[in-house]
C-alpha cells in the first residue's frame, strides 16, 4: 500500500491544433456519432501528460496521452449502481478497512495496457483481458471529527494501489 | 483605468435616464486564518465611495461608509461551512450601525466550475433607527478561463445574483445584486477580483433605486 503526499495537480486547457493530426484522427475513427473532445496538459508533481476529455454514449472519458503522444490509460466515471454487486461489495470493504465513516464522492474505472486494446475500449467497448483494471475514487472521510478529501485507487483485485488526501482550493471568494 | 471612466460615463448616461441612480467604487479586503484545527477567523473591509448620483447630477468621489466585519467560521461538511459575525459600520451622514451576522455557506465542484451557496441573516441596531432584520440568499459561480481546473497564475470569471429581503418596521423591502467580476487567481492565499456589481432595492415601496459600484476586491489567507 502508498501513502502518497498531498495531490496538487496543474491543468491546462490547449487548443486541438496542438496536438498531432494522426493522433486526433485516430481517437475521432473510435466514434459513430459526433463527439466535441477538450484537450488539456496536465501536470500532478509525477507526470506530465496531455488529456482529452469528452462525452461519449452518455459517459465521460478521460483519455491520457504522454508528452510522445502514446495513449497510456483510458478513464470513464461510473456510478455505484453500474458496478456488479460483488465489485461494489469488494470495494466498499476495503475501504471500510481504511476509513471507518466514508462517502464515495466519484468512481473512476481505469483501463492501462497496450494502445490497440485501449483504442477499442472507446470505439468497440472490447474490453481485453490483457488490459489492466483500476478503480479511482474519491472519498469524503470523516476523520478524528473532521471531514477530509481522499482518493483512493485500487486495482483489479481490489488492492490499495494508493491512497491520499487531496487538498481542497480554499471557497473564501464563494463564502464572503 | 480608461476602461472604468468608460464604463462610468455609460453609466452616467444610463442613470441619468432612470428614476434614481448612484454609482461609485466599492473596495474591499478580505483577511482569513485558521484560528485552530476546527474554527477559522474571517475579517473583512469594505468601503464605499459614491461619485455621482441623479439628484445632485455633480461628479465627485465622496466617503459614505467603512464596514468592520468579523467572523468565526466552523467547517460542517467537506463543502460546507456555518459562521456567525459581527459589523461596526461607520456612516460620514448617519448614526454607526452594529449588526449581527449568521450564515451557512456550502460549494458545489462540477464539472469545469464551482458553485456557491450562502444563505445569510443579520440583524442591525443604530441609534434613533429600528431594528433592521435581512434574510439573504447569494448563489454565486466560479468559471476557470483557461481549463477546467483553476490553477496558480490563472484569470476566471465570477458571477453572482443575490436576493434580499429586509423589515423595518413598518416597511419591507426587496433587493437584488447582480455582480460580475474578473478574478486573478495568484494562488490559494491570494486573489483578486475587480468588476461590475449592480444593486436595486425599493421594490415594495415604489421607490426602485439603482446603484452600480466598480468593486476591486482582495482575497487574502494568512
Redesign the interface.
Known sequence: MVYSQTKVEYEKRIDESEIPSALREKLYNCFDKKVKIKWFFQKDGQKEVFEAKFKYNEHFYSVEFNLMKVIQNVEIIITENELKKTTLEAIHTKISKEFKDFSILKMQREYRGNPEDLYNVIGLKRYSKKLDIFYDIELNVKQNRRRQKYEMILDENFNINLIRKVKLKSTDILDY | MKYYVLILLLAISLGLNSQSFTTGFLPDL?L?YKAN??FKI?H?VESRYPSFDTDSETLKVNFERLDFQN?V?R?V???S?I?VGYQFRINYKDNNEHRLIQ?I?W?DFL?GY???H?FRTDQTFSLGNLPEFRFRYRL?V?LPL???????G?YYI?LSDEVLWSYQSPNRDFENRVVAKI?LYIN??N?I?TGLDWRADGFFINNVEHQLWFAL?W?K?L
Not at chain 2, 483557461?146 to 496558480?152: A, P, Y
Open positions: 478580505t482569513s484545527e476546527v474571517v473583512k467572523f467560521e467547517k461538511g467537506l463543502f461551512k459562521s450564515q455557506a460549494s464539472r464551482r458553485l456557491g450562502r454565486k466560479q483557461q481549463g477546467q481546473e483553476l490553477d496558480k490563472e465570477s478574478g490559494d492565499k486573489k477580483e476586491s482575497y489567507t
